[in-house]
């Protein structure tokens, strides 16, 4: 599981404590690569602190903050997992989905994106945007930007530049891999503050 973060202190303890639940009750191998984005407060500071406690949590930092793309291809280079996700670290997205995200792949599935369910402000402009890559891509998933779960030969196949990782599913499709989706649910965010902007929906 990759989870880049920026300036998200006050997530960074109650996250992982869901993911210690989470990979207590699955008895399964995880491991957690900690991305910190080149984070301004104490998010490297609690996670480092965190990976004593917990075996399975590895943590890398930037000085600098690089961008989502750079933090999960670090992130990607870094774990050492046959089956990768992307998990973001704003706590609106519980863990215990990953495991079914996983089934799917264990069925046949090469990446499985997340179908957010629940209510959230920017709505109205996921769904254009996803209606637009239904149309101009031809996909039958209904959600580009939520959690994914994959296969690492996926990522090894695809060429990520700078803000790409929002064309992960699109990619991979055109490529030949087999996309499937699982519901999950959306949860407000309690800390910190969202990262989505209007100059990322010009991007």
């Given at each position: 599981?990759v989870?880049?973060?920026?300036?998200e202190?006050?997530?960074?303890?109650?996250?992982?404590?869901?993911?210690?639940?989470?990979?207590k009750?699955?008895?399964?191998?995880?491991?957690?690569?900690?991305?910190n984005?080149?984070?301004?407060?104490?998010?490297?500071?609690?996670?480092?602190?965190?990976?004593?406690?917990?075996?399975?949590?590895k943590?890398?930092?930037?000085?600098?903050?690089?961008?989502?793309?750079?933090?999960?291809?670090?992130?990607?280079?870094?774990a050492?997992?046959?089956?990768?996700?992307?998990?973001?670290?704003?706590?609106?997205?519980?863990?215990?989905?990953?495991?079914?995200?996983?089934?799917?792949?264990?069925?046949?599935?090469?990446?499985?994106?997340?179908?957010?369910?629940?209510?959230?402000?920017?709505?109205?402009?996921?769904?254009?945007?996803?209606?637009?890559?239904?149309?101009?891509?031809?996909?039958?998933?209904?959600?580009?930007?939520?959690?994914?779960?994959?296969?690492?030969?996926?990522?090894?196949?695809?060429?990520?530049?700078?803000?790409?990782?929002?064309?992960?599913?699109?990619?991979?499709?055109?490529?030949?891999?087999?996309?499937?989706?699982?519901?999950?649910?959306?949860?407000?965010?309690?800390?910190?503050?969202?990262?989505?902007?209007?100059?990322?929906?010009?991007?």
């Amino acid at each position: 599981v990759v989870i880049p973060a920026y300036d998200e202190q006050d997530n960074v303890k109650p996250l992982l404590e869901q993911f210690d639940e989470v990979i207590k009750r699955s008895g399964k191998d995880w491991e957690v690569v900690f991305v910190n984005d080149g984070s301004t407060d104490k998010t490297e500071e609690r996670a480092r602190d965190a990976s004593i406690r917990y075996h399975w949590l590895k943590v890398v930092s930037y000085s600098r903050n690089r961008g989502l793309t750079a933090a999960l291809y670090t992130g990607f280079k870094a774990a050492r997992g046959s089956i990768f996700v992307f998990y973001p670290a704003d706590m609106q997205y519980h863990p215990q989905d990953i495991p079914r995200m996983i089934a799917k792949i264990d069925r046949g599935a090469d990446l499985v994106t997340g179908w957010k369910q629940g209510k959230y402000r920017k709505r109205f402009i996921s769904y254009t945007y996803n209606k637009l890559c239904q149309i101009l891509f031809g996909l039958k998933v209904h959600d580009l930007n939520s959690v994914k779960a994959f296969r690492k030969e996926v990522v090894d196949g695809l060429s990520l530049r700078r803000d790409w990782h929002r064309y992960m599913v699109v990619m991979a499709a055109e490529a030949g891999y087999a996309i499937d989706e699982a519901k999950v649910t959306l949860y407000p965010r309690k800390y910190g503050k969202s990262k989505f902007g209007s100059a990322r929906i010009l991007g």
